[in-house]
């Protein structure tokens, strides 16, 4: 890390009777798992009953409004209160059959928790226009690296794709500059992250917030999912505001890249807060609903002739001293702040 700133819904009668031969692969969500709200249902099938699928849909629980979609394959956003579920993913075939499969989740929405009625937010952060991209200097060897808002793979028919090369462990850092708010001390970082073919050609995965005071200082919330140490890292500042020595801890909590699921919508909450003077607290990180609790206080405040506002990093580091490739998509980008 080195630092810069700058449905188509069909409300029909609900078919509940599960047929003895259902072929659909259920990637998201698990059956029996802990989920955040909004999370994705992504489903795909070829046959229902030995016969070509039509159709394919989702409910969720009693309701009788099903999504549908023409063909195999759905990757929709779901919202729902938190408690136990039931999403019923749905296939027609070609006759007019249907294959039900039930998976059965339990909603812990991180938000509701965590963030007050009082709060400020800035949504959709990943469709700004003003997003740059740079190799990151405190990276070895070099990296390029594009952004552009597609409609496909998306939760919200707007994600943006980064792509990149990596030479030589470089890391890639895009960046924009989403608000600006002088006074809040509390964040709240909730996105979706999308692996094209798995985290092939890459290690880390970075997701920072920074924020400029009114007094010049700026708090640098770092964060990433460190595929070397399998563990999720904060940033610290080691040195002082004006002779700083940024470096990673390592947390005791898990996190690696490469296992995390390809081709499937991931959901990242982070909630972090710091004080007026350069004091950062890592409260927790959510990763597909699974909460896992910091609490590490520690310095992270820089001297660095920013003017006052909020940016936010994400960014990319490859894995090989060769020359590597790898696309990541990031949708429904939202900071709370408080």
């Not at 394959?73 to 039900?100: I, Q, R």
């Not at 909590?253 to 081709?263: E, G, T």
């Not at 919508?265 to 007026?276: A, G």
Request: negative net charge; proline residues 4%; charged residues 10%.
């Amino acid at each position: 890390m080195k630092f810069a700133q700058n449905l188509t819904f069909v409300s029909i009668v609900a078919v509940m009777s599960v047929p003895t031969l259902a072929q659909t692969l259920v990637a998201s969500p698990t059956n029996g798992n802990v989920e955040s709200s909004p999370f994705a249902v992504i489903a795909s099938a070829t046959l229902c009953n030995s016969e070509p699928v039509a159709y394919i849909g989702y409910s969720l629980d009693g309701s009788s409004s099903t999504a549908i979609f023409a063909g195999g394959y759905v990757n929709e956003p779901v919202s729902a209160a938190p408690g136990w579920h039931t999403v019923y993913v749905k296939v027609w075939n070609t006759l007019g059959g249907v294959c039900v499969t039930p998976v059965s989740i339990d909603v812990d929405n991180a938000t509701t928790d965590i963030i007050p009625p009082t709060y400020s937010g800035v949504g959709m952060i990943q469709t700004l226009k003003t997003w740059t991209e740079i190799h990151d200097g405190g990276t070895p060897g070099n990296s390029y690296g594009g952004i552009s808002v597609v409609s496909s793979p998306s939760l919200s028919g707007a994600a943006a794709l980064y792509a990149n090369e990596f030479i030589d462990f470089g890391g890639e850092r895009y960046t924009v500059q989403y608000d600006d708010n002088a006074t809040a001390e509390n964040y709240f970082y909730d996105a979706w992250v999308y692996l094209d073919g798995g985290a092939v050609g890459y290690e880390n995965l970075e997701f920072d917030l920074d924020h400029t005071l009114s007094n010049g200082e700026t708090v640098i919330m770092g964060f990433q999912c460190d595929g070397w140490d399998d563990t999720w890292d904060i940033a610290v500042n080691a040195g002082s505001p004006t002779a700083f020595v940024d470096t990673w801890l390592h947390s005791y909590a898990p996190c690696d890249p490469q296992k995390w699921s390809a081709n499937a919508w991931h959901h990242v909450e982070i909630y972090y807060s710091h004080n007026t003077s350069g004091w950062v607290t890592y409260h927790s990180v959510w990763l597909d609903g699974l909460e896992q609790d910091l609490n590490f206080t520690v310095f992270s405040g820089y001297i660095l002739g920013w003017a006052p506002g909020d940016v936010t990093n994400f960014q990319i580091d490859g894995d090989s001293s060769g020359t590597t490739w790898g696309n990541v998509y990031l949708d429904e980008l939202t900071v709370y702040h408080w």
